[in-house]
């Protein structure tokens, strides 16, 4: 099945700072999903980026599915941005699940 | 849309009592997925549906967990009789097709 590789596993930032979270993926893929899981233990989407480029306010992603990988940026890092970022991918074909990476743990400090 | 909703969002039950826990997914949804979230093993797919009926339970580590969902608005998750290592947090998620999947804020299950 699909690999999903995130790195770095962990990060800590200084407020202000900007920061590049890198998925990759081991095959084609329908669907990718980055999500933010805060310290309360909520998930949140952040972006659904099968390709191409999208921004929200500081947050911007990209995938290259060609090369088989997507980057997640924040800029200017606030302390509400701590918490774990997950990659999930769905394969190409029938089956519906998602393959989660094993999250890059971010810590902004104030 | 008030988005998934879960209950109850924290259950602490004793070792071999059932457990249920249940799920309303997004109007207009058509696949539900039940995820269990630990430390040490990650997020989890357990089952997942397709318009109500369950496509994958592969992920349901035995007998003493089943899934069910009788209507499109619904769905339960129930383990009888539990146990301490069935302690996590539970998500359910819902999505239409190919599009994103939206998660529920989960239900936090302790086993004492």
């Known amino acids: 099945g699909i690999q999903v590789e995130q790195s770095p596993p962990d990060l800590i930032l200084q407020e202000g700072a900007n920061s590049t979270l890198r998925c990759n993926f081991s095959?084609?893929?329908?669907?990718l999903q980055w999500f933010h899981q805060n310290p309360w233990g909520q998930l949140i989407n952040l972006f659904y980026?099968?390709?191409?480029?999208k921004q929200n306010g500081r947050l911007s992603a990209t995938t290259v599915a060609t090369e088989r990988y997507s980057l997640l940026y924040i800029s200017s890092s606030q302390t509400t941005d701590s918490g774990v970022y997950f990659c999930?991918?769905?394969?190409?074909?029938?089956?519906?699940?998602?393959?989660w990476g094993l999250g890059t743990s971010l810590a902004v400090n104030p | 849309d008030a988005g998934v909703i879960q209950s109850p969002r924290h259950e602490v039950t004793e070792m071999g009592q059932e457990v249920t826990l249940r799920c309303k997914p997004i109007?207009?949804?058509?696949?539900l997925f039940w995820y269990r979230q630990t430390m040490m093993r990650g997020l989890e797919l357990l089952i997942y549906?397709?318009?109500?009926?369950?496509?994958?339970d592969s992920g349901m580590p035995e007998d003493r967990f089943s899934a069910k969902m009788p209507n499109a608005s619904f769905s339960t998750l129930k383990i009888q009789p539990s146990e301490p290592r069935d302690s996590a947090v539970y998500f359910c998620?819902?999505?239409?097709?190919?599009?994103?999947?939206?998660f529920g804020q989960g239900t936090r299950l302790t086993v004492v």
């Open positions: 549906f397709n318009n109500n009926v369950p496509i994958d």
């Open positions: 109007s207009g949804h058509d696949y």
């Open positions: 999930a991918v769905e394969g190409a074909g029938n089956n519906r699940k998602l393959i």
């Open positions: 998620a819902s999505r239409t097709g190919f599009f994103e999947a939206f």
């Open positions: 980026i099968p390709s191409g480029t």
């Open positions: 095959d084609s893929v329908n669907n």
